[in-house]
């Protein structure tokens, strides 16, 4: 079955400085998705960034980025120029490819990483 | 365009009832989900369906069950409610395996 690991439970910034997350997950599938979400106080789930694992480039969407080492298995993300608003819980998910195999479909998360945003 | 809609939305039952949680999608999703949030916790997978009359346990699927007759509706069924079902209930739902998942807002559900 597939883990998924955020070893930080907690982490912080200085607003318009850097920050970046880190996951972990352990699977034998050599395709699969790779997601962060976001999940402020409001308790809506809200995706940030995806990454294919057959791409070999990183994901980026405006301030977000990803580092994704698939050898290793490791998908941290990276917060650029950090925001009040990006306060939140950050949860890494990892969904299983499409068809066949036992846990065909399943979409998987890790623990969670508080992060506060210091003004 | 309602999206993802759980109902409803807080809950308190007492240790031995039963209730159903709702959840129903308008965007043609084949893939549906249900989690459980522990407070300060990760969600874990209950149950999931990739189309309608297909059902697989999650993590944790005890003292619950589900059924998919609709590609929209999506219920997670709670039998005998105990103290350790106290959670967040979160539906979810995404067309096919490769997108990403659309949530509902939840459901915080108190056992007595």
């Known amino acids: 079955a597939q883990t998924v690991t955020q070893s930080q439970p907690e982490m912080s910034v200085q607003e318009a400085e850097t920050v970046t997350l880190s996951c972990t997950y352990d699977t034998s599938e050599s395709d699969y998705y790779l997601f962060w979400y976001k999940q402020p106080p409001s308790r809506q789930m809200i995706l940030v960034i995806r990454?294919?694992?057959?791409?070999?480039q990183n994901a980026t969407e405006n301030r977000f980025s990803v580092n994704f080492q698939k050898a290793a298995k490791s998908f941290s993300l990276k917060i650029s120029d950090s925001q009040l608003g990006d306060a939140a819980m950050y949860f890494c998910a990892y969904r299983s490819p499409n068809a066949g195999g036992t846990s065909y479909g399943k979409l998987t998360f890790g623990q969670g990483t508080i992060l506060t945003v210091h003004p | 365009n309602a999206g993802v809609t759980q109902t409803p939305k807080f809950r308190i039952l007492k240790i031995g009832q039963s209730m159903t949680l709702q959840c129903a999608q308008d965007?043609?999703?084949?893939?549906m989900y249900w989690y459980r949030q522990d407070p300060g916790m990760g969600l874990k997978l209950i149950y999931y369906s990739v189309g309608a009359g297909i059902t697989d346990k999650g993590e944790v699927p005890n003292g619950y069950n589900v059924s998919r007759s609709t590609t929209e509706d999506f219920p997670l069924r709670l039998e005998l409610a105990a103290p350790s079902q106290t959670s967040v209930y979160f539906c979810a739902s995404s067309y096919g395996g490769v997108t990403e998942a659309f949530f509902g807002q939840g459901t915080r559900l108190t056992v007595v």
């Open positions: 965007m043609n999703h084949n893939y």
């Open positions: 990454q294919e694992a057959y791409k070999q």
